[in-house]
């Protein structure tokens, strides 16, 4: 390797550490933000990337981990959580184990988000209750998930 090669790669390597002390990222995104500010320098960043998931620095699991609890914290079901998942390109299996792993509870998570949108009042008309289950939806919660909520409505 030629000195400005090792520079470069200690200089993407620092740049994504700096983005990682931030916050997480998946690997895709994080791909994809070095990508932009490094263009040219695909291989680098490969090798920088695989590099840091060998030291522990950068995890897909972890990510899906904290993106999981930041999302329910903001009264989104699974649907919409694994959506967001998967365009961050996170593997099936990393996001199932991660749904699962969170512990939470999804329809009272649902029932919740509905009574901080609408209020505790029950539906007064059909209209009404299917505003609020398309609110549920919207928010990614499953229809056996929005029936039960409504059910005990």
């Known amino acids: 390797m030629t000195g400005v090669t090792e520079v470069d790669a200690s200089v993407i390597r620092v740049q994504a550490m700096d983005s990682l002390a931030r916050r997480e990222y998946s690997r895709y995104e994080l791909e994809q933000r070095l990508t932009i500010k490094f263009p040219g320098y695909r291989g680098l960043i490969h090798e920088s990337l695989d590099n840091l998931e060998q030291d522990g620095l950068l995890s897909d699991a ?31 299996e990393v996001i199932e184990r ?50 039960l909520v409504m059910d005990n409505d």
Not at 71 to 76: A, L
Not at 120 to 145: C, H, N, W
């Open 62 to 92: 972890r990510f899906a981990e904290a993106f999981t609890r930041s999302r329910i914290r903001k009264g989104q079901g699974p649907r919409r959580i694994r959506s967001e998942l998967l365009e961050r390109r996170v593997q099936e």
């Open 98 to 147: 991660s749904l699962r792993n969170s512990g939470f509870d999804w329809p009272t998570l649902a029932a919740e988000a509905l009574v901080k949108k609408f209020g505790v009042s029950p539906a007064a008309d059909y209209r009404e209750k299917t505003r609020r289950m398309r609110f549920l939806q919207q928010r990614g919660f499953a229809i056996e998930q929005i029936r």
